[in-house]
């Protein structure tokens, strides 16, 4: 079974800072990728996706994220943050036979002034 | 465009009592439909997922249960709540196939307290 590891329970970030989120997934073919965001005490939305292709992906709100095979790892990133993407991101893998996700622990950013 | 509603927001109830959490969606057929629970610090739990009308699939054994009576219908049920039923609910749809073609799409979640 495919399973996600976000090795980071929370990260602190300047405003204006970069930040770069971990994720590293284990499943034996070509996973199906995700990162979502939840604000608290909301649903998640999806920040952005990854199939195939191009292994660096665009998203939403700024986000970008790359898929490395040889790392097994899916990394979210943003050049400079705002105090609006203060949240918790999880990530998340599936596959092409399956309806279910299964999600990491996920990792809650917090924005300082 | 597709909407997808939970409710209550807020539910408090005490140990042993029933519960009933309701989800519904709009501007979309056939949808795929899921429950998962949030535990402070723990990720997402999928508990139960439903591919139509009637077909339930339960990913954990536990004393909560699933319906789905009509096709954009989703309701989560308890006969007795235990305390460690507490957590974050939360209930989403995707379209039909499987997971890499059609994300998930979440409601605002129902934060449920047992006493």
């Known amino acids: 079974a495919q399973s996600v590891t976000q090795p980071d329970i929370h990260i602190t970030v300047s405003e204006g800072a970069s930040l770069e989120l971990r994720c590293n997934y284990s499943?034996?073919?070509?996973?199906?990728l995700f990162w979502y965001v939840q604000s608290p005490g909301q649903g998640l939305q999806l920040l952005l996706k990854?199939?195939?292709?191009?292994?660096l992906v665009q998203g939403i709100k700024g986000f970008e994220a790359e898929f490395k095979r040889s790392q097994s790892s899916f990394n979210l990133r943003k050049p400079s943050v705002h105090w609006s993407d203060a949240a918790e991101y999880f990530c998340a893998v599936g596959r092409s036979n399956d309806y279910k996700l299964s999600f990491g622990a996920g990792t809650t950013v917090t924005v300082r002034a | 465009s597709q909407t997808i509603h939970q409710w209550p927001a807020t539910l408090v109830q005490p140990v042993g009592s029933p519960l009933s959490l309701e989800c519904t969606v709009e501007?979309?057929?056939?949808?795929?439909l899921y429950w998962y629970r949030q535990a402070a610090g723990r990720g997402l739990q999928l508990l139960f997922y439903s591919v139509g009308i009637g077909q339930i699939s339960s990913e954990v054994p536990q004393n909560l249960s699933a319906s789905r009576p009509q096709d954009r219908q989703f309701i989560l049920s308890s006969k007795k709540l235990l305390l460690s039923d507490s957590g974050f609910y939360l209930c989403a749809w995707s379209g039909q196939g499987s997971s890499y073609n059609s994300p998930l799409h979440f409601g605002n979640g129902t934060r449920l307290t047992v006493t």
């Open positions: 499943y034996g073919a070509t996973p199906y």
């Open positions: 501007g979309t057929s056939n949808p795929n």
């Open positions: 990854y199939f195939s292709g191009d292994t």
